[in-house]
Nanobody, 118 residues
Framework: VQLQASGGGLVQAGGSLRLSCAAS????????MGWFRQVPGKEREFVAG????????KYGDSVKGRFTISADRAKNTVYLQMSSLTPDDTAVYYC????????????WGQGTLVTVSS
């Protein structure tokens, strides 16, 4: 079972990027998955989450109104559309999934770097 995060890159402030998290090896039904981000020296931050069937999207306070999470069940992929980016959004972004309801995020992708220039 693998999660492959992609789509990071360098973007100017105010710009947009779309991250993808593709799952391989199994499907996750309606288990929750999430996007997290981390900056060196800081704690990991929850960005957004959704169930693999597309239900129950939720967002961290710092990205509400700017980021949109969605799921494509046919492609076993979750997307994070990021808009109105600011330098504070610069981080390594990770996707992760739970493999049981009410459980921890047990499977993590490798991370994709997002850099927002001012």
């Amino acid at each position: 079972v693998q999660l492959q995060a992609s789509g990071g890159g360098l973007v100017q402030a105010g710009g947009s990027l779309r991250l993808s998290c593709a799952a391989s090896g199994r499907t996750f039904g309606s288990y929750p998955m999430g996007w997290f981000r981390q900056v060196p020296g800081k704690e990991r931050e929850f960005v957004a989450g959704i169930r693999w069937n597309g239900a129950a999207p939720k967002y961290g306070d710092s990205v509400k109104g700017r980021f949109t999470i969605s799921a494509d069940r046919a492609k076993n992929t979750v997307y994070l559309q990021m808009s109105s980016l600011t330098p504070d959004d610069t981080a390594v972004y990770y996707c992760a999934t739970q493999t049981a309801y009410g459980g921890a995020y047990t499977t993590w992708g490798q991370g994709t770097l997002v850099t927002v220039s001012s």
